[in-house]
């Protein structure tokens, strides 16, 4: 039997011969059926190395009906893929045939794009005697898409140590999002704890500067744009005409209308949260007439999505009055990590380039272990992050930051606060102060945002074995029982008061303003350092 210049063995003449009267007994409507139905590429070139012929599956992978591809040449069809290289131009030796090698196919298209990684293996037939040759193109699944995903945690982390800022690594993350996949926009909104615009990032819009300006000047809040909703309750929704829902929003419209020119139809909206907060929107807008990202595709999204997320916190924590010494402790730990994940991501793509990717091969075990490693990296930032509470709450206490918040919140909306509790620092557990406040601090800026009240008073004692928090304000009021309260902040309020322990209770009705009232259980070891209270 001879062999190939690679070293296998490849059937002589007789054998051929035999195989090819057993399949020319079965009829040639046979073997069409055949052909059309089996899922690798089968295409057949000329002596030159020109398309004569390729089956469904093979005009899949290639990105091209027969029609287009008949006369183009195969090689130019063919992508390098890693440390590969491609055969030599034809024409080709029959007796020294290519070994099968790996190479990409479609375009380049990226994750869940028209993009694949094969391997394709090439032999010499005869036709009317004629010299062709035949490709089989052999899908390797999913390795492609895992390649990409390696990559990306490889880019996306390598850029949370650099000295970039905030919206550089969101513009750096949404253009990777754009260029690895099918979509055709990225765009990452941060929101304060106003709910306001913090930070943006995008990459693929016509006008970047005029759809954040568009986004800012409407106030959009999260639970206003489509799927908002499910976003803040931490779930990701992809929206198959967000571009409709988008435009028939109020407040999304003037955003909706910034991407006219954009080829664009569905979205999908990965939320951006820590500890449970959501706060902010990883949203990817593709294509019109594309198909639903698969799981793979979806995976990858939220993967960018939990980048930004770690990105944004730690901005946030290098903000802190605890600056210093926290930036030392993620650079110690955060940084070795982050280096780790980057020699997996490139174990993964080197293995991919050496082996047909199976669940238990080289690929599968790399990416598993850079997951793993992921993992273990995000859950020793939530503890580091578990220590920094807001500066005032760390250094004064729940009434002080109060009161620092209220002025902050009075010179910025014009709305007077005044802040009353005792004067000296309740004595609270570091997790019961971090909800308290945040519950008061929601429940401000609704009355900022929504009642359009002349007065708002907060008023926090302590007496009776409980402590009692009640923020009121003489605004609009409204419905709590109502479909749109839960845009509100209400339940994330409800649920941070039963964390503690405490009852939440909203009392309003349109016209009469509304009161916020949380009861926590509180017997203080000293009630002498309760004080008396003091109004600011």
């Known amino acids: 039997m001879p062999t190939s210049r690679s070293g296998s063995r490849v059937p002589d003449d007789g054998q051929h011969r035999e195989h090819a009267d057993e399949a020319a007994a079965l009829g040639l409507p046979t073997l069409a059926v055949a052909l059309a139905r089996v899922e690798d590429g089968i295409a057949v070139v000329d002596a030159g190395g020109r398309f004569v012929y390729a089956n469904p599956a093979a005009c899949r992978m290639l990105g091209r009906s027969l029609d287009r591809l008949r006369g183009r040449e195969l090689l130019g069809m063919l992508e390098a893929v890693g440390q590969t290289t491609l055969p030599g131009s034809f024409p080709w030796d029959p007796a020294d045939a290519p070994a099968p090698f790996l190479c990409g196919v479609g ?66 993350i949404a253009r990777h999002a754009v260029e690895s996949t099918t979509a055709t926009a990225c765009g990452i909104v941060v929101v ?88 902010g929107v990883f949203g990817v807008h593709l294509p019109s007439g594309a198909a639903s990202p698969n799981a793979d595709v979806c995976a990858f999204y939220d993967i960018l999505a939990n ?81 920094l509470r807001p500066g005032a709450l760390a250094e004064e206490g729940l009434v002080s930051a109060l009161r620092k918040q209220g002025a902050a919140l009075t010179a910025r909306e014009q709305v007077p606060i005044t802040v009353v509790g005792p004067e000296r620092r309740l004595d609270l557990g570091a997790g019961v102060e971090e909800h308290l406040y945040r519950i008061a601090l929601e429940a401000l800026n609704n009355v900022v945002k929504h009642a359009r009240a002349e007065q708002v008073a907060v008023h926090v004692t302590v007496e009776g074995g409980a402590l009692r928090i009640v923020v009121s304000d003489d605004g609009a009021g409204f419905e709590p029982d109502a479909e749109h309260s839960g845009s509100m902040g209400l339940s994330t309020m409800a649920e941070r008061a039963r964390a503690v322990g405490a009852q939440f209770i909203v009392t309003s009705e349109r016209g009469n303003g509304t009161v916020v009232t949380v009861t926590l259980p509180h017997s203080p070891r000293d009630r002498t350092e309760e004080g008396t209270d003091h109004a600011h």
């Not at 990684?117 to 010499?124: D, G, K, L, M, N």
């Not at 500067?209 to 908002?228: I, K, N, Q, Y």
């Not at 600056?323 to 174990?347: G, K, N, P, Y």
């Open 307 to 387: 980048q930004v997320s770690v990105a944004v916190t730690n901005a946030r924590l290098a903000a802190s009055l605890e600056r210093t010494r926290l930036a030392r402790e993620l650079h110690d730990s955060i940084s070795q990590a982050l280096f780790s994940m980057t020699m997996h991501a490139r174990a993964a793509q080197l293995a991919m380039t050496k082996a047909e990717l199976d669940a238990t091969g080289p690929l599968g075990r790399s990416v598993a272990q850079l997951a793993e490693l992921t993992r273990g990296t995000l859950a020793e930032m939530r503890a580091l992050i578990f220590e």
């Open 192 to 279: 304060g704890e106003d709910h306001k615009l913090a930070a943006a990032g995008g990459f693929g819009f016509p006008d970047r500067a005029r759809s954040m300006g568009a986004w800012t000047a409407s106030s959009v809040t999260l639970d206003e744009m489509p799927g908002g909703a499910q976003v803040l309750t931490g779930r990701s929704v992809y929206m198959p005409d967000a571009r409709s829902a988008m435009g028939a929003a109020p407040a999304t419209k003037a955003f909706a209308a910034t991407m006219d020119s954009l080829d664009w139809q569905g979205s999908y909206y990965a939320p951006l949260s820590w500890e449970g907060e959501v706060f």
């Open 107 to 172: 375009g380049g298209g990226g994750v869940g794009a028209a993009g694949h990684e094969v391997t394709c293996s090439v032999f010499a037939t005869d036709i009317d005697g004629a010299s062709h040759w035949v490709a089989v193109l052999r899908d390797l699944g999913g390795g492609r898409a895992m390649k990409r995903t390696a990559a990306a945690l490889a880019q996306t982390t390598a850029q949370l140590v650099g000295a970039g800022t905030v919206d550089e690594i969101l513009r750096g």
